[in-house]
């Protein structure tokens, strides 16, 4: 199974970073365990005297490992998506790689040897925050299902009310993993942008302008779109023929420009102006 889109959310994958070192601060300030950690092997004997700098440089540790790993999994999953198998093993090594590194911590801070204190700091790790991590997956697997419970009750009360469903020449477009996500009439739609993998459709609903954004890529739905009218006029960009005023060379460029208030000019590139102006001009 694929990952919630949630999981891809920025703010999502910050609020995590700082929510696991607070929840290893607090835990230690409130509950000041010792983990059996005294005259463990000979270190750390005194653990009240170094908890209140060890526990501060170890939460940094945690938040930096955390910062590190979370930037690179946002960026890789721009190019490639994870399953909740792939993405668990992620965490797993994140967390490995957390406790190797305050491992290294705690043997230069208190003269031992780095391997003498590696299985009891996973132990302890794996007992604190494996509540953080259990929490994060029920919220996210909470706000997922909410979000497409949402969709579900949309997708309801359009076929109730009949609009855009029954019209002819509906597009059905649909997110990468081939979920339908939106149904617009293709004389509503007004132009459709990419970024990364996202894709936004602006279209027209009733005068009101609608941009609405699905995980999916431009190839993916080129076929549809040319079946509908939608001609390509950037490597970024198809544009509805019916939606456009009038096409214009400028010094900055080629642009469309669209016959609806409040839509900015759409850009055309040289590679498509030709096909684009002959199928206008018809």
């Avoid at 419970?149 to 359009?158: G, S, T």
């Avoid at 997110?175 to 936004?200: F, H, M, P």
């Avoid at 009733?206 to 995980?215: A, E, N, Q, W």
């Avoid at 509805?240 to 590139?269: M, Q, W, Y």
Wanted: with cysteine; proline share 2%.
């Amino acid at each position: 199974m694929t990952l919630s889109e949630l999981h891809y959310s920025i703010k999502s994958n910050i609020i995590f970073c700082l929510a696991v070192p607070l929840f290893v601060m607090l835990f230690v300030v409130l509950y000041n365990p010792t983990f059996g950690i005294n005259g463990y092997g000979g270190w750390l004997t005194d653990w009240n005297h170094h908890a209140s700098f060890c526990v501060p440089i170890i939460c940094s540790i945690i938040l930096g490992v955390l910062l590190a790993s979370r930037s690179i999994l946002c960026f890789a999953l721009v190019r490639h998506t994870l399953s909740k198998r792939e993405f668990l093993v992620w965490q797993a090594v994140e967390f490995l790689v957390g406790c190797l590194f305050c491992d290294l911590f705690i043997s230069l801070y208190l003269h031992i040897n780095y391997f003498s204190a590696l299985t009891r700091i996973i132990v302890i790790g794996l007992g604190l925050v494996i509540f953080p991590y259990i929490f994060y997956w029920a919220a996210i697997e909470l706000l997922d299902h909410n979000m497409r419970l949402r969709e579900a009750n949309n997708i309801i009360d359009e076929l109730r009310k009949g609009n855009e469903r029954n019209e002819a020449g509906a597009i059905r477009f649909a997110d990468e993993k081939g979920n339908v996500k939106l149904v617009v009439g293709a004389e509503r739609v007004i132009s459709i942008e990419s970024a990364g993998n996202y894709v936004t459709i602006l279209y027209d609903n009733d005068g009101k302008l609608v941009r609405y954004s699905l995980r999916n890529t431009l190839k993916s739905i080129e076929e549809i779109c040319k079946a509908n009218g939608l001609v390509r006029c950037h490597r970024s960009f198809f544009v509805n023929l019916n939606k456009i005023k009038i096409i214009r060379r400028t010094s900055e460029g080629i642009f469309a420009e669209i016959d609806h208030s409040g839509v900015e000019d759409i850009p055309v590139s040289k590679t498509y102006a030709p096909e684009l102006m002959r199928l206008f001009s018809e």
